[in-house]
């Protein structure tokens, strides 16, 4: 599913990140990355050749209700929406 209407950086609250691996972003820097994430069509070639590894997962609420996002290695997210939809963005590492 395509993604649409998400928050603004701005609006999300009470982010927990739990890290699979050492190392985790920041509050911070997850604020940052999402700010600049862009959706990922459901049918785009990439989503196939990807190799899904976790690196951590996020949660945070925003107005509309709570979040839940898994940040593979290399940018790739999956995001859980409060209204039972799903869908991917690519997360702008630096």
């Keep these: ?5 998400l928050p603004s950086a701005g609006e999300v609250r ?12 920041s509050e911070k820097e997850f604020r940052e990355m999402f700010g600049g994430a862009r959706t990922v069509a459901p ?7 990807w190799s899904y590894s976790p690196w951590c997962s996020i949660d945070f609420d925003a107005p509309d209700g ?5 940040l593979f290695l290399g940018g790739l997210a999956r995001l ?4 039972g ?3 991917m963005l690519m997360i702008m590492l630096e």
């Design 1 to 5: 599913m395509l993604l649409e209407n």
């Design 14 to 25: 009470n982010i927990t990140i739990r890290p699979f691996l050492s190392t985790a972003p």
């Design 43 to 49: 049918d785009d070639p990439m989503l196939e050749n």
């Design 66 to 70: 709570r979040y839940h996002m898994q």
């Design 80 to 83: 859980e929406c409060p209204d």
């Design 85 to 87: 939809s799903r869908g």
